[in-house]
């Protein structure tokens, strides 16, 4: 059974910096793509980043500057560092698994919550 | 790539609701669907336009024609009341992965 699960999200204040989680299981991060999603409260979908299978990134063209996606083979993970947080990116971040060759999110996790607040 | 969705839609139970997505570049990419109930992840029901991942009810389905995908709900449920995002791939865009807004669906 594939499952997502991560973890890291918390209360941070502006400027800061934090390193979210997702412990992937029933599948392999190396053969598989990985995105990070999030969701601002009350609002919609915004893509974040993805790693695919030969390592390569791309982020959302607004957050490449400040978010750095990576993952450890060995411990079948993917994270997401999130640095210079802004106000603005309060939201829940969810990692989700794409099939190869696919653009389709087709397992989600359960999220965690960052809020970038004074 | 902006894709268009309604903000909401009504529908009796027992009813059929339908749900559009519109984008100028739809008809040649592949269009995917995810139900979001509240305080829940969201759900890929329908892929690449038309395709469901096992255990989703026959009753969610997808198409497409000219530059507007759908996702069509049979037989609604109280079950179905969720927000539903379409999303696609497009290289060109900010976003590499963009999602539609969303459409609030009520159970009337």
């Known amino acids: 059974e594939v499952q997502l699960v991560e973890s890291g999200g918390g209360l941070i204040q502006p400027g800061g910096s934090l390193r979210l989680s997702c412990a992937a299981s029933?599948?392999?991060?190396?053969?598989?793509?990985v995105s990070w999603i999030r969701q601002a409260p009350g609002k919609g979908l915004e893509w974040a980043a993805v790693?695919?299978?030969?390592?390569?990134?791309y982020y959302a063209h607004s957050l490449r500057d400040r978010f750095v996606i990576s993952r450890d083979n060995s411990k079948n993970a993917v994270f997401l560092q999130l640095n210079s947080l802004r106000v603005e990116d309060t939201a829940m971040y969810y990692c989700?698994?794409?099939?190869?060759?696919?653009?389709?999110?087709?397992?989600w996790g359960q999220g965690t919550l960052v809020t970038v607040s004074s | 790539q902006v894709l268009t969705q309604p903000p909401s839609v009504s529908v009796a139970p027992g009813q059929t609701a339908t749900i559009s997505c519109e984008g100028n570049?739809?008809?040649?990419?592949?269009v995917h669907w995810y139900q979001q109930r509240p305080g829940q992840p969201p759900v890929l029901v329908v892929h690449?336009?038309?395709d469901r991942p096992s255990g989703i009810p026959e009753r969610l389905s997808g198409s497409k024609s000219g530059h507007t995908a759908t996702l069509i709900i049979s037989r609604v449920e109280p079950g179905d009341e969720a927000d539903y995002y379409c999303?696609?791939?497009?290289?060109?865009?900010?976003?590499?992965?963009?999602f539609g807004p969303g459409t609030k669906v009520t159970v009337l």
């Open positions: 790693i695919y299978t030969d390592g390569s990134t």
């Open positions: 989700a698994r794409m099939p190869a060759q696919t653009s389709r999110f087709h397992s």
């Open positions: 999303q696609v791939w497009d290289s060109r865009s900010d976003h590499l992965y963009v």
């Open positions: 029933g599948f392999s991060v190396t053969y598989d793509y």
């Open positions: 690449d336009y038309s």
């Open positions: 570049d739809i008809g040649s990419r592949s």
